[in-house]
């Protein structure tokens, strides 16, 4: 059991994110590399600035907004939530003065950042069990919600535990000394992270995050890295 433990959590992560920085640069390079759309895909009228119109279009859904208000609601909650867990897991490395503008405990948000995220990925993956996005699914829709929500149900349970339940043997000094050791090419694993009561949902948090680090390259959540140049295209 601590080799698997030792593999998910040191030479798996390292393999995630080689795969994810060179798998999405390679297939970033092959997209804008082919040859540009025969016909424009400028909308009109034209707005302007375009650059400003581009960026609401791809951060504000207004599309949405005007005909799935209540999908509307669940996306941003969603994108803002991801946004947040960037700068939490940022801030398992160490302390950030820029991030603590609003001084907080980390793991930001109090467990509900991690509560939002999984409440918004249900709502994804139960729409997609009804007519007419039923018939507009395809499976891997299904296993990326599902791998989602796996991996922020076993993040945030490491938090809740900590914070609504008390439980003191995990902390984020143990995480701390995990993941800088991780960065800094020397990987070690405390005890507390191998050993203590909670140590699965951490072996189980990075092990569903390295297959969904592995997969996004291949994957439609491509499009994050794409909706902004795409939208600067329809906006000119
Ligand atoms: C796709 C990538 C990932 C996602 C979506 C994700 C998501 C989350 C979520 C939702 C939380 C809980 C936030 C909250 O309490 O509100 C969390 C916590 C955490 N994650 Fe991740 N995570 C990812 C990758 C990773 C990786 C690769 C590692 C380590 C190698 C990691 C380590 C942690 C740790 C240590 C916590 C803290 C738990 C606590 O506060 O007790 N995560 N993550």
Known sequence: ????????LVPMVYVAFAVFFIGTTV?????FREPRHPSTL???PEKRPKWLWAISDTFLFPTVRRHKPVLWVFLLAFHIGVFLLIIGHLELFGDFEIF??????????????????????????????????????????????ILLFL?????????????????GELGVEHY??????????SPELPIEVTDTGHS????????????????????QSMHSFLSLPMNKLRRG
């Open 1 to 8: 059991m601590e080799t698997v433990t030792y593999i998910i």
């Open 151 to 167: 991996i922020v149900l076993f993040g945030s349970q490491m938090d809740w535990a900590r914070r609504w339940y008390l439980y």
């Open 176 to 185: 701390r000394d995990y993941l800088s050791s991780l960065l800094h090419l």
């Open 27 to 31: 297939r970033l390079i092959k997209i």
């Open 200 to 219: 699965f949902m951490l072996v189980l948090h990075v092990f569903f995050a390295n297959l969904f680090l592995m997969f996004f390259p291949f994957s």
């Open 100 to 145: 603590q503008i609003i001084p907080h405990e980390i793991f930001l948000g109090k467990g509900f950042v991690g509560l939002v995220v999984a409440i918004s990925l249900l709502y994804f993956l139960f729409r997609r069990f009804t007519s007419p996005v039923r018939e507009l699914s395809v499976p891997e829709d299904y296993y990326l919600l």
């Open 42 to 44: 400028q909308i009109f």
